[in-house]
């Protein structure tokens, strides 16, 4: 790759940074199944079933590029079964695939069940997007690169882990920003708080959920959550669903931000919409309270149409 883009890590408000955002995450096939009715064991339940690309960092990626963010690449492993379907959605979104074939495990696949309050219910199989190794990884990838996102499913298995935590020694090293989306309440339990809080240690800006927030810090209200997480990373930003977003700095609240009114029809990939938005505003020199209205209007977006990515395009 050329290092056609400036390196910056000051992430301010005082111009549009230059050089793409580079995002380290997994690609998975959604299979959406929206039923009305609850779930009725041992028989059939009615439902809506479609088969879309996603992932977290996925979807963080293209729903940066649809917010403007400019270049945008992706780097994530996936298995050869769906490799060039998932490039294909990619790069329709506007998004630089930087896809490793993984020749033994498939891509990821989630069964998403939604039900008729459009919240879901994840069944996932991790398969390829676990498997990212630092093998996968060349210090090359940062050239051009002004911000590195980390997808927090990465922290979840020793392998990707510690692809991760080469990124990110390596991407502070040069001076870049770098966020994490924390990504999931059971697998952070999974892990437990301080082996996450120690392997993110050094990034500059955090992602939370409410419910990861209060997991991490052992705080009920997610402002003073969001509030204690900041005296770990610089910048927090906690989102609340339809109730917005709240950020804090140094210890501190610093801003409580609104969501657009809208109604849910599956509210997958709405945490994913509202990281791409705000990850573009701030790389185009927003601060992080405007970045997080973005946000939130990208998140209210996201819950109107089926599937994590924006327009929810891409389907089987």
């Known amino acids: 790759?050329?290092?056609?883009?400036?390196?910056?890590?000051?992430?301010?408000?005082?111009?549009?940074?230059?050089?793409?955002?580079l995002v380290l995450g997994d690609v998975v096939t959604d299979v959406v199944a929206r039923h009305g009715e609850p779930l009725a064991v041992g028989t059939d339940t009615a439902a809506r079933i479609r088969t879309l690309p996603g992932g977290a960092g996925a979807n963080?990626?293209?729903?940066?590029?649809?917010?403007?963010?400019?270049?945008?690449?992706?780097?994530?492993?996936?298995?050869?079964?769906?490799?060039?379907?998932?490039?294909?959605?990619?790069?329709?979104?506007?998004?630089?695939?930087?896809?490793?074939?993984?020749?033994?495990?498939?891509?990821?696949?989630?069964?998403a069940l939604v039900g008729a309050d459009a919240e879901r219910t994840f069944l996932t199989d991790s398969g390829a997007a676990l498997r990212l190794a630092p093998g996968d990884w060349s210090p090359d990838l940062l050239d051009g690169v002004a911000r590195v996102h980390l997808s927090g499913y990465l922290f979840f298995a020793g392998r990707s882990r510690a692809t991760a935590?080469?990124?990110?020694?390596?991407?502070?090293?040069?001076?870049?920003?770098?966020?994490?989306?924390?990504?999931?309440?059971?697998?952070?339990?999974?892990?437990?708080?301080?082996?996450?809080?120690?392997?993110?240690?050094?990034?500059?800006?955090?992602?939370?959920?409410?419910?990861?927030?209060?997991?991490?810090?052992?705080?009920?209200d997610p402002a003073g959550a969001a509030a204690a997480l900041s005296r770990h990373y610089p910048l927090v930003a906690v989102t609340l669903g339809p109730a917005g977003a709240v950020l804090a700095a140094g210890g501190r609240v610093t801003a409580r931000v609104p969501s657009p009114a809208a109604v849910p029809l599956d509210t997958t990939g709405a945490g994913d919409a509202f990281t791409g938005a705000f990850l573009a505003a701030l790389h185009?020199?927003?601060?992080?309270?405007?970045?997080?209205?973005?946000?939130?209007a990208a998140g209210a977006r996201a819950v109107t149409t089926v599937g994590g990515r924006p327009g929810g395009t891409g389907a089987q």
């Open 1 to 21: 790759m050329s290092g056609a883009g400036a390196k910056s890590g000051s992430g301010s408000a005082s111009g549009p940074e230059r050089g793409a955002l």
């Open 60 to 111: 963080v990626a293209c729903w940066a590029a649809r917010s403007g963010c400019g270049e945008v690449r992706l780097l994530a492993r996936v298995g050869t079964d769906a490799a060039a379907w998932h490039e294909r959605a990619l790069r329709a979104a506007g998004v630089r695939p930087l896809l490793v074939r993984d020749p033994e495990a498939p891509t990821a696949t989630v069964i």
């Open 165 to 220: 935590a080469l990124v990110l020694r390596e991407a502070r090293a040069a001076g870049l920003p770098v966020s994490v989306d924390p990504a999931s309440a059971g697998f952070l339990a999974g892990l437990g708080a301080e082996a996450f809080l120690a392997a993110t240690a050094g990034a500059a800006c955090l992602l939370p959920n409410a419910d990861e927030a209060r997991f991490l810090t052992g705080h009920r």
């Open 284 to 296: 185009s020199g927003a601060s992080p309270a405007r970045a997080a209205a973005a946000g939130c």
